[in-house]
C-alpha cells in the first residue's frame, strides 16, 4: 500500500498477520530484530513499524501478567484447599 504523501509503504493487515505469527512466541528484542530485517530497505513508513512493534510489546506484556495471574491463583487454590482440609472435622478417638 502507497501513502500519497510520502511515498512510503506501511504495513498492511496481510503482512503484520504473516510477521505476527513469526514473532509470536520469540522474546521481544528477537521479535523486534525479525520486524526489522523483514522491514529493513523496503521503504516502509516508520510509524506503522512503531505502531506494529508496540502491538507485539503490548502483546507479550498481556503473556506475561496472563502467567503471573495463573501462578497467583494456583497459590490461592493451593492455600485454600489446605485450609479447608486441615479444619475438617475429626473423627472421636475411640478407647
Known amino acids: 500500500m502507497e501513502q500519497q504523501e ?10 503484520r498477520a504473516k510477521l505476527g505469527l513469526k514473532v509470536f512466541n ?6 523486534e530484530a525479525v520486524i ?6 523496503k521503504n516502509y513508513e516508520p510509524e506503522s513499524i ?5 502491538q507485539v510489546a503490548t502483546q ?8 503471573e495471574l495463573l501462578v497467583t491463583g494456583a ?6 484447599t ?5 479444619n475438617l472435622p475429626k ?5
Not at 497459590?75 to 485454600?80: A, D, N, P, T, W
Not at 489446605?82 to 486441615?86: E, M
Request: net charge negative; no cysteine.
Open 91 to 95: 473423627p472421636p478417638v475411640e478407647r
Open 50 to 54: 512503531e505502531y506494529f512493534k508496540d
Open 36 to 41: 526489522d530485517d523483514y522491514v529493513s530497505g
Open 75 to 80: 497459590q490461592i487454590l493451593r492455600v485454600v
Open 60 to 67: 507479550q506484556h498481556i503473556k506475561e501478567k496472563g502467567a
Open 26 to 31: 520469540l522474546p521481544f528484542e528477537e521479535a
Open 6 to 15: 510520502t511515498g512510503q509503504r506501511i504495513l498492511d493487515p496481510i503482512e
Open 82 to 86: 489446605t485450609a479447608f482440609f486441615q
